[in-house]
């Protein structure tokens, strides 16, 4: 839905909201100091930041005091995409911003992180403590021969020693990689083998949906299938020994040696990412210490509204790289919770009691969460104190219009609601969160600052109130500066700049509103073209999961060698539901009445469950490969499914449709 057909807003900030959002502080002293528009708000803004994007990301450094230990030659030395090079002839460190805060002896024993498990009892770590595990651990880092360009890997869940050790790594200048404990040891090997670790952190286990998970045959595994380790570090989460041959981590971070911080060109990688890997291996995203910390430092500061006294809550874990964007909340002197634990333990409202207990101003989650609770009848605000929430973001996925009428009724009615849409690819978004903008159900607020988001039909012409491909038109500090293993970088320009070259094409299907606001309607990779009428998956999703009977649902669009088009939609029901003929038609209809007659599913058919790769996202282009007749080996990395079992359904059905 679109602010066309429903004009009024679901929320609109007040006066004294506006004029206290960092975003119009910003707007005022860019005026001053670097010609930016003063008068016109955000949207002025916005064509400032892209039409001069030079001086906008200067300003961006200025503001937030980003400390150059050399200066900086020009911010953009070659803006080409791929390619562009970012403040050429600076150093610096992105470990020493994140812990700024830690010099200020009012703040120095103010809570860093805020840590909690499934007891949902807070243990805080303040700045100073944080500050000096860090230190410690970057001499024992150093000791050990670690040098800057190294990788160190965590296989972690989301608990303090994953931030000590991420923020110790980038300090030396080494290289940060992390994977999540419930990750089987092929789906980290995929991972970790491609970048070659020299140090392992690890954890006997973990603690999820109130069971102990133990770890230590695949910490075993890795160790052996990873020859280029030197120290592997172990956390006694579960309270085991160290296994022979691994330090402890009490004894690596035992030291008080001040934190030293190497200083290292603005473009030194900071970390690698990784896609889902579901058609293949994961590609190993590289982003660089300067890019991210600019590009977080806006997204959080600017767009998030983030700073001191602020509480910032997101749910993920280590292997998604909200988990990265989450400890970025260091950066603006934020206080930053880390949730250890099942999102929907003891309840599906666990989430909303660990935003109570913390006291978060900005609780962020994810799209599916907000519709499962929903299904459940959870209530929040009677349930739970959350006052002190001024924003519930999600991503991941499209939130549904229902998800925004539902936090808006279930929450607060005076609740900015931030619907951001980015991707592992530049750790960051392309559109969402801006504090001082209305929000219409249904929509994300507007493109970000120093983000050239378009809509593009297949020749590269603008679109505007029309669907059409994700693009980026200049660069982001936070994009790639390559793929790790990709010495001519053809694999990097395939990934994006092969359908227009010179423009990034992330791969999603969006609308640019005339007001500016943006709709992602799913991704364009499996897209469904009905007699040329083209229409995003998470479309279908939104009609088909508002009907009770409907837990989770899973639409393909399969092109036929005789010329046909085969839709089938395969559901996963609610439990006690059945998929009679009047489901059937009610399923029917809802698309029908609220999309399209054309996208109407050609078979409606029951499934176990709905696949997803390990960080949440349905699995639709090795369904629609195994539809066509792949083999299961073929169609997806095993490695990469959250349940390789649930494929075996949909492999049997191409068989039997033969």
Same mark, same amino acid.
């Given at each position: 839905?679109?602010?066309?057909?429903?004009?009024?807003?679901?929320?609109?900030?007040?006066?004294?909201?506006?004029?206290?959002?960092?975003?119009?502080?910003?707007?005022?002293?860019?005026?001053?100091?670097?010609?930016?528009?003063?008068?016109?708000? +955000?949207?002025?803004?916005?064509?400032?930041?892209?039409?001069?994007?030079?001086?906008?990301?200067?300003?961006?450094?200025?503001?937030?005091?980003?400390?150059?230990?050399?200066?900086?030659?020009?911010?953009?030395?070659?803006?080409?995409?791929?390619?562009? *090079?970012?403040?050429?002839?600076?150093?610096?460190?992105?470990?020493?911003?994140?812990?700024?805060?830690?010099?200020?002896?009012?703040?120095?024993?103010?809570?860093?992180?805020?840590?909690?498990?499934?007891?949902?009892?807070?243990?805080?770590?303040?700045?100073?403590?944080?500050?000096?595990?860090?230190?410690?651990?970057?001499?024992?880092?150093?000791?050990?021969?670690?040098?800057?360009?190294?990788?160190?890997?965590?296989?972690?869940?989301?608990?303090?020693?994953?931030?000590?050790?991420?923020?110790?790594?980038?300090?030396?200048?080494?290289?940060?990689?992390?994977?999540?404990?419930?990750?089987?040891?092929?789906?980290?090997?995929?991972?970790?083998?491609?970048?070659?670790?020299?140090?392992?952190?690890? =954890?006997?286990?973990?603690?999820?949906?109130?069971?102990?998970?133990?770890?230590?045959?695949?910490?075993?595994?890795?160790?052996?299938?990873?020859?280029?380790?030197?120290?592997?570090?172990?956390?006694?989460?579960?309270?085991?020994?160290?296994?022979?041959?691994?330090?402890?981590?009490?004894?690596?971070?035992?030291?008080?040696?001040?934190?030293?911080?190497?200083?290292?060109?603005?473009?030194?990688?900071?970390?690698?990412?990784?896609?889902?890997?579901?058609?293949?291996?994961?590609?190993?995203?590289? *982003?660089?210490?300067?890019?991210?910390?600019?590009?977080?430092?806006?997204?959080?500061?600017?767009?998030?509204?983030?700073?001191?006294?602020?509480?910032?809550?997101?749910?993920?874990?280590?292997?998604?790289?909200?988990?990265?964007?989450?400890?970025?909340?260091?950066?603006?002197?934020?206080?930053?919770?880390?949730?250890?634990?099942?999102?929907?333990?003891?309840?599906?409202?666990? *989430?909303?009691?660990?935003?109570?207990?913390?006291?978060?101003?900005?609780?962020?989650?994810?799209?599916?969460?907000?519709?499962?609770?929903?299904?459940?009848?959870?209530?929040?605000?009677?349930?739970?104190?959350?006052?002190?929430?001024?924003?519930?973001?999600?991503?991941?996925?499209?939130?549904?219009?229902?998800?925004?009428?539902?936090?808006?009724?279930?929450?607060?009615?005076?609740?900015?609601?931030a619907s951001v849409s980015g991707g592992t690819d530049v750790c960051s978004c392309f559109?969402?969160?801006?504090?001082?903008?209305?929000?219409?159900?249904?929509?994300?607020?507007?493109?970000?600052?120093?983000?050239?988001?378009?809509?593009?039909?297949?020749?590269?012409?603008p679109l505007i109130g029309e669907v059409g491909e994700l693009v980026v038109t200049n660069?982001?500090?936070?994009?790639?500066?390559?793929?790790?293993?990709?010495?001519?970088?053809?694999?990097?320009?395939?990934?994006?700049?092969?359908? +227009?070259?010179?423009?990034?094409?992330?791969?999603?299907?969006?609308?640019?509103?005339?007001?500016?606001?943006?709709?992602?309607?799913?991704?364009?990779?499996?897209?469904?073209?009905?007699?040329?009428?083209?229409?995003?998956?998470?479309?279908?999703?939104?009609?088909?999961?508002?009907?009770?009977?409907?837990?989770?649902?899973? =639409?393909?669009?399969?092109?036929?060698?005789?010329?046909?088009?085969?839709?089938?939609?395969?559901?996963?029901?609610?439990?006690?539901?059945?998929?009679?003929?009047?489901?059937?038609?009610?399923?029917?209809?809802?698309?029908?009445?609220q999309l399209s007659p054309r996208h109407v599913p050609d078979d409606i058919i029951e499934?176990?469950?709905?696949?997803?790769?390990?960080?949440?996202?349905?699995?639709? =282009?090795? =369904?629609?490969?195994?539809?066509?007749?792949?083999?299961?080996?073929?169609?997806?990395?095993?490695?990469?499914?959250?349940?390789?079992?649930?494929?075996?359904?949909?492999?049997?059905?191409?068989?039997?449709?033969?």
């Amino acid at each position: 839905m679109t602010s066309a057909a429903n004009p009024a807003p679901l929320w609109q900030p007040d006066a004294d909201r506006i004029a206290a959002a960092r975003v119009t502080h910003f707007q005022s002293w860019a005026a001053e100091r670097y010609g930016a528009p003063a008068e016109g708000g +955000y949207p002025t803004l916005h064509r400032w930041s892209v039409a001069e994007l030079e001086t906008f990301w200067q300003a961006v450094a200025d503001w937030f005091e980003i400390r150059f230990s050399t200066p900086y030659e020009r911010v953009l030395g070659d803006r080409t995409m791929p390619g562009a *090079q970012w403040f050429p002839g600076a150093t610096l460190n992105y470990a020493e911003h994140a812990l700024r805060t830690a010099e200020d002896p009012a703040r120095a024993h103010d809570p860093a992180l805020l840590h909690v498990d499934e007891t949902h009892e807070p243990t805080p770590i303040s700045w100073a403590e944080l500050r000096r595990q860090v230190g410690a651990l970057a001499a024992q880092l150093r000791a050990l021969g670690v040098r800057p360009g190294d990788r160190i890997s965590g296989y972690l869940p989301n608990i303090p020693q994953a931030v000590t050790a991420l923020l110790a790594t980038a300090a030396v200048g080494a290289v940060w990689t992390s994977c999540a404990p419930d990750f089987g040891a092929r789906s980290v090997l995929d991972r970790f083998q491609q970048v070659e670790p020299v140090v392992l952190f690890t =954890v006997d286990g973990y603690r999820y949906g109130g069971k102990e998970h133990d770890r230590t045959a695949t910490v075993a595994e890795l160790r052996r299938e990873l020859p280029t380790l030197r120290a592997v570090v172990h956390i006694p989460l579960l309270g085991t020994e160290a296994p022979e041959g691994a330090l402890d981590w009490s004894a690596v971070t035992a030291g008080d040696a001040d934190p030293v911080f190497e200083q290292v060109p603005f473009d030194h990688p900071l970390w690698v990412l990784y896609s889902s890997g579901t058609t293949g291996l994961p590609k190993a995203i590289v *982003q660089s210490q300067g890019g991210i910390l600019l590009e977080h430092f806006k997204q959080l500061g600017l767009h998030c509204d983030l700073g001191p006294g602020d509480r910032f809550f997101w749910y993920t874990s280590t292997g998604w790289m909200m988990w990265n964007f989450l400890v970025s909340g260091l950066l603006t002197g934020t206080t930053v919770v880390l949730y250890d634990g099942s999102p929907g333990h003891p309840t599906t409202g666990a *989430q909303w009691s660990v935003a109570e207990r913390t006291g978060a101003t900005l609780f962020g989650t994810s799209a599916a969460y907000v519709m499962a609770c929903a299904k459940a009848g959870v209530h929040p605000a009677r349930d739970h104190d959350l006052s002190k929430i001024a924003c519930v973001a999600t991503t991941g996925s499209p939130l549904p219009p229902d998800g925004f009428r539902w936090l808006h009724d279930e929450v607060a009615e005076d609740l900015w609601i931030a619907s951001v849409s980015g991707g592992t690819d530049v750790c960051s978004c392309f559109a969402g969160a801006v504090p001082t903008l209305p929000v219409h159900i249904g929509e994300l607020q507007a493109a970000c600052l120093g983000t050239d988001l378009q809509s593009w039909d297949p020749q590269g012409k603008p679109l505007i109130g029309e669907v059409g491909e994700l693009v980026v038109t200049n660069p982001m500090p936070s994009m790639p500066i390559r793929f790790w293993n990709d010495p001519d970088g053809s694999r990097y320009r395939d990934s994006y700049f092969e359908m +227009y070259p010179g423009a990034w094409r992330h791969g999603d299907w969006i609308t640019i509103n005339e007001s500016g606001s943006v709709v992602i309607h799913g991704r364009s990779d499996s897209t469904l073209n009905r007699q040329g009428v083209r229409m995003g998956s998470a479309d279908i999703y939104e009609a088909v999961e508002r009907l009770p009977e409907i837990r989770e649902s899973l =639409v393909i669009g399969l092109e036929e060698p005789d010329g046909g088009y085969w839709m089938p939609l395969f559901v996963h029901l609610a439990e006690g539901s059945v998929l009679d003929d009047a489901l059937k038609d009610r399923i029917k209809r809802a698309i029908r009445e609220q999309l399209s007659p054309r996208h109407v599913p050609d078979d409606i058919i029951e499934v176990p469950g709905v696949p997803h790769t390990l960080t949440g996202k349905r699995i639709e =282009v090795p =369904v629609k490969r195994l539809l066509q007749g792949a083999a299961l080996d073929k169609a997806v990395n095993p490695g990469s499914v959250d349940n390789l079992e649930l494929l075996r359904f949909y492999e049997e059905l191409a068989r039997t449709r033969k």
